[in-house]
């Protein structure tokens, strides 16, 4: 098991910046992959980012690629998801998610955060 609790979130200008941070706890956090999956109003669960799990490898979402960087820190049990120059269309419920495999589907992932909302708006 994974328990993973995500604060921050927040009401962002159109080209401005936001860290998100999940941290986790329970199973050994170097022995999962992290993602990061989004929730628009009337939309499906989008796929955002995905880090291997020492953190070597990452992939995007081409509608973020450029703008959004994940990371983790192991010894922290921490992921992150830096997201520069934020626009309207990012605005959404993020999801950590944590899983066995590396993919970027997200009902493939084992278990999420609560999620939270972050709102791109002037």
């Known amino acids: 098991q994974v328990q993973l609790v995500e604060p921050g979130g927040g009401l962002v200008q159109p080209g401005g910046s936001l860290r998100l941070s999940c941290a986790a706890s329970?199973?050994?956090?170097?022995?999962?992959?992290m993602g990061w999956v989004r929730q628009a109003p009337g939309k499906e669960r989008e796929f955002v980012a995905r880090i291997s799990r020492n953190g070597g490898s990452t992939y995007y979402a081409d509608s973020v690629k450029g703008r959004f960087t994940i990371s983790r820190d192991n010894a922290k049990n921490t992921v992150y998801l830096q997201m520069n120059s934020l626009k309207p269309e990012d605005t959404a419920v993020y999801y950590c998610?944590?899983?066995?495999?590396?993919?970027?589907?997200?009902?493939?992932?084992?278990?999420w955060g609560q999620g939270t909302q972050v709102t791109v708006s002037s």
């Open positions: 998610a944590a899983g066995n495999v590396i993919t970027t589907i997200p009902s493939l992932y084992m278990y």
């Open positions: 329970g199973r050994t956090f170097s022995t999962v992959v």
